[in-house]
């Protein structure tokens, strides 16, 4: 949402896409409308890119010595894989701090991995994906959402992230919802 109010461009193109493809009789969206929404699953997309819960993935330990790439693991050394960083890289991606929904994202090329990869990779990867998307679906559909105290810029949101468990946004974002009813 925080990404969205600060790329307004963003915010119209997702409620074009999402206010046609929904049932108007209906006073929530079907799970089945998620899956036909590109521009939807691109923003979702973007947003773990740039803003990824699991930034370090989950600590691994190698069984064995291996070598990736150029760097030599020993056995029992513990791997964190820095995907904040990976998707931040400007080796990987133009202009890598703007929020650009669309991005080719290349999953079998281990740039984007938010949920990690291989046989640990995160079983709720599916869940988490239609239940964000149908949550940030119902917000912008059912509601317009504005800054408060009269802020009008709102590329002012300050987007400092803090990292505890997950990472997540410093400053709680505070938005006012107008219901489009
Ligand atoms: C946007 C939401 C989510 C993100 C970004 C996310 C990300 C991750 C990541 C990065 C890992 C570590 C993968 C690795 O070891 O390389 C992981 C593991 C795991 N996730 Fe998620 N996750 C999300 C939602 C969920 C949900 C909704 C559930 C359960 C309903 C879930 C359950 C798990 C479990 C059980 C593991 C451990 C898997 C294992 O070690 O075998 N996650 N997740």
């Known amino acids: ?7 307004p461009k963003c915010m119209r193109k997702l409620e074009e896409e999402v206010s046609p493809a929904m ?3 209906e006073m929530f969206i079907k799970e089945s409308c998620i899956t036909q929404l590109p521009y939807l699953e691109a923003c979702f997309k973007e947003t773990l890119r740039l803003h990824p819960p699991g ?3 989950l600590p691994h ?5 291996c070598q990736v790439m150029n760097h030599s693991i020993p056995k029992n050394s513990q791997i964190l894989v820095n995907f904040w960083a990976i998707g931040r890289d ?3 991606w133009e202009e890598p701090l703007m929020f650009n929904p669309g991005l080719d994202f290349k999953g079998n090329d281990f740039e984007f991995i938010p949920f990690g990869s291989g046989r640990r990779i995160c079983p709720g990867l599916t869940m988490a994906t239609r239940h964000v998307s149908l949550i940030v679906a119902s917000l912008i559909h059912f509601f317009d959402w504005s800054l408060p105290h009269g802020r009008k810029n709102p590329t002012d949101i300050d987007m400092s992230e803090k990292y505890g468990l997950t990472l997540r946004k410093e400053e709680p ?3 006012i919802p107008r219901s489009k009813n």
């Open 1 to 7: 949402m925080a990404e969205l109010i600060r790329n």
């Open 23 to 25: 049932d108007q009789q």
């Open 55 to 57: 930034p370090f993935l």
């Open 61 to 65: 330990r190698a069984i064995e010595f």
């Open 90 to 92: 400007p080796k990987y």
């Open 173 to 175: 974002l505070i938005l």
